[in-house]
């Protein structure tokens, strides 16, 4: 069955870069788009972007100067790195596969604190 | 950018009755590409409705969508206690996505 793991620290320092990696497993990463989103606490969802196996990506452009998005077929991963993290990027992210998500990791909560 | 509001934003009701969540679009949403879903404290949200009326794998007929343009509305013909929830609306059909604040379905 496919499923999505996210893994990366769960704690950043305001100013530095968020990076987190998604392993996908019981489907190749070579079909499909797979997405990043994002929840703050007690919040609502927020998309924050894209990427197709290719390496074409579309990102939200609220977070667009800071996102980036890739893809690592030969893992079957696709990761995210968010720079210049500020306490407003506390959340948790997931990954998810395709534009109207039907898989979606398990969430990991990334905390913007010194 | 889409943006996209939710009504009512609290509903309470018991189970077996019937549930109508509304979900306005500030502009029309290209080919009804539109989704809900449900998200329980802890979890992740868990596609319902896609395309604006389509189930996804798995999910019972209880559920339904309908609506085109900019206005969609989620069904739940009868609600059984797992339903009680959060259910978010999502636009795919313009970038960037969007998605509602969210309507909260508690048990009355």
């Known amino acids: 069955q496919v499923q999505l793991l996210e893994s990366g620290p769960g704690l950043v320092k305001p100013s530095e870069t968020l990076s987190l990696t998604c392993t996908v497993s019981?489907?190749?990463?070579?079909?499909?788009?797979w997405s990043w989103i994002r929840q703050p606490p007690l919040r609502g969802l927020e998309w924050i972007g894209y990427i197709y196996y290719s390496g074409s990506t579309n990102y939200n452009p609220s977070l667009k100067s800071r996102v980036t998005i890739s893809v690592d077929t030969s893992k079957n991963q696709f990761s995210l790195k968010l720079s210049s993290v500020t306490a407003a990027d506390t959340a948790v992210y997931y990954c998810a596969r395709g534009w109207a998500p039907d898989y979606w990791g398990q969430g990991t909560l990334v905390t913007v604190s010194s | 950018e889409i943006v996209l509001t939710q009504s009512p934003g609290t509903l309470s009701l018991s189970p077996g009755e019937r549930a109508t969540l509304s979900c306005r679009a500030s502009?029309?949403?290209?080919?009804?590409?539109l989704a809900w879903y449900q998200q329980k404290p802890g979890q992740a949200p868990r596609l319902l409705i896609y395309?604006?009326?389509s189930r996804a794998t798995g999910i019972p007929d209880r559920f339904s969508g309908s609506g085109s343009g900019t206005d969609f509305t989620l069904t739940i013909s009868r609600l059984e206690p797992e339903d009680f929830a959060v259910y978010y609306c999502q636009q795919y059909g313009s970038s960037p996505f969007t998605f509602g604040p969210g309507t909260k379905v508690d048990i009355k």
């Open positions: 019981g489907v190749s990463i070579s079909t499909y788009y």
């Open positions: 395309a604006a009326s």
């Open positions: 502009q029309s949403i290209s080919s009804s590409y």
